[in-house]
Nanobody, 122 residues
Framework: QVQLVESGGGLVQAGGSLRLSCVAS????????MGWFRQAPGKEREFVAA????????DYADSVKGRFTASRGNAKNTVYLQMNSLKSEDTAVYYC???????????????WGQGTQVTVSS
């Protein structure tokens, strides 16, 4: 029914930038919120950022606030995560997900992408 596809991950030096993209297809009309999560080896999946399509409201984890920016394209099926001033601690698999509500709770996101690897070298 719904597919989310992330892209833009890769290897970058500390202090550098990456821009992740997520494109949704299928019946996503009821999913007003697109979120970003990440999971590092041996760690729990954690919330990174989210944006609500209806009003543009955003939410960020304290660890990325001021460095990462979530945005949506003109078409509401596309969302971006601009990551600046990257640190080694940002190394993880990054996932985009769709939800009906602006929330940090993973279980509230019904649809998930396949993930894209971000590796920050120091």
């Amino acid at each position: 029914q719904v597919q989310l596809v992330e892209s833009g991950g890769g290897l970058v030096q500390a202090g550098g930038s990456l821009r992740l993209s997520c494109v949704a297809s299928g019946r996503t009309f009821s999913s007003d919120v697109m979120g970003w999560f990440r999971q590092a080896p041996g760690k729990e999946r954690e919330f990174v950022a989210a944006i609500r399509g209806s009003d543009g409201s955003t939410d960020y984890a304290d660890s990325v606030k001021g460095r990462f920016t979530a945005s949506r394209g003109n078409a509401k099926n596309t969302v971006y995560l601009q990551m600046n001033s990257l640190k080694s601690e940002d190394t993880a698999v990054y996932y985009c997900a769709a939800s009906m509500a602006l929330t940090t709770i993973p279980r509230m996101y019904a649809y998930w992408g396949q993930g894209t690897q971000v590796t920050v070298s120091s």
